[in-house]
């Protein structure tokens, strides 16, 4: 009766210390404007934009906390993953000189996700994380396409799991510094057809 009784101390104290160990989930809030160089389009003209996320799951969903289950400790973003780049890839163009009445068809641009994944290590002690961007720029514009990929991976080692603050700081981070590659890039510019000032 006594080796039952301990049995079942030890069996509900492991099943307590496993439980413990699954994270909950973490919703954060990305940035929807970043500051991109100013510029002047070639011709006063509007601009169309195209977000299409490619990743084959829900759109708030970024990526996984890790630890045991990690199926169950997401990382989510306030507002689907595609309206927080649809308005800033808008607020970017507006920057660069885009939005003026024209009688000149649009530029039309798309951002195609590919990879947007937060992912940390699974186990009792989660000590490391990645983050992992890969973006598609498609420019159409009076029958020409320019099409480049941008991308960014960086791996943090940690004492412990983050915490909501430091994972919303670290993937705004990342994705500012991916989005002012793009916008800095001279390829993309051209293809824009604008003049950046500075």
């Given at each position: ?15 307590a210390g ?84 024209s009688p ?95």
């Amino acid at each position: 009766m006594r080796k039952l009784v301990i049995a079942s101390l030890l069996t509900g104290t492991m099943a307590a210390g496993l439980s413990g160990c699954v994270l909950a989930p973490q919703t954060i809030a990305l940035n929807e404007s970043v500051s991109v160089p100013g510029g002047m389009p070639a011709i006063q003209r509007d601009a169309l934009v195209r977000v299409v996320d490619e990743r084959g799951q829900d759109a708030d969903v970024l990526g996984h906390r890790g630890g045991r289950a990690p199926e169950n400790s997401p990382l989510l973003s306030e507002k689907p993953l595609s309206d927080v780049l649809t308005a800033r890839m808008q607020e970017s163009l507006k920057s660069l000189g885009f939005g003026s009445a024209s009688p000149v068809d649009p530029v039309r641009v798309q951002l195609t996700v590919e990879e947007f994944s937060y992912q940390c290590n699974e186990g009792a002690i989660v000590n490391e994380c990645g983050m992992k961007m890969r973006f598609m720029i498609t420019v159409m514009d009076n029958g020409k396409t320019f099409t480049k990929p941008y991308s960014a991976n960086e791996t943090r080692s940690l004492a412990a799991s983050p915490a909501v603050e430091y994972n919303q700081k670290w993937v705004n981070e990342v994705l500012d510094k991916l989005w002012q590659h793009m916008f800095n890039d001279k390829e993309l510019q051209q293809a824009l057809n604008v003049t950046v000032q500075g």
